[in-house]
């Protein structure tokens, strides 16, 4: 992980996934395919992520980090009654720290959900 060392960037962003079907969405350096890839030398910190159900239906979803080798569940519904219910959003304002080497993902199974993820990326200049 990146040390401060008196210069870099620290930019407040968002970044979103509109009408995800039974799919994942990501933000992070370890997926290749993920849509927001982030250097050695930065640090994401989560102030809130923002979901909304487009469907009539409840679904289940989840939020977690995975460190390249391991999924860290921060929040799972799935296989159990909390679902999020049909045209409802739920918003996550708890802080989380995303390192390099990390991503944050988030899961939907079956309905279109809108995701949105507000962040600070710290990058810091050795």
């Keep these: 992980m ?3 060392s008196g210069s870099g960037t620290e930019v407040l962003s968002m970044k979103g996934g509109h009408a995800i079907n039974n799919a994942s969405w990501s933000i992070g350096t370890v997926a290749s395919g993920a849509t927001h890839n982030i250097g050695v030398n930065h640090i994401l910190t ?4 923002t979901i909304c159900n487009l469907s009539a239906t409840a679904t289940n979803y989840d939020i977690l980090i995975n460190d390249g080798s391991n999924d860290i569940r921060i ?3 799935s296989g159990n009654a909390r679902k999020l219910g049909g045209y409802e959003t739920f918003v996550w304002n708890d802080r989380l720290i995303i390192p390099s080497g990390c991503k944050l993902e988030m899961h939907n199974e079956a309905n279109e959900f809108d995701w949105s993820v507000s962040y600070i990326d710290q990058n810091w200049i050795d």
């Excluded at 989560?46 to 992520?49: E, F, K, M, P, T």
């Design 75 to 77: 929040l799972s519904n």
């Design 46 to 49: 989560i102030l809130s992520i």
């Design 2 to 4: 990146a040390i401060p």
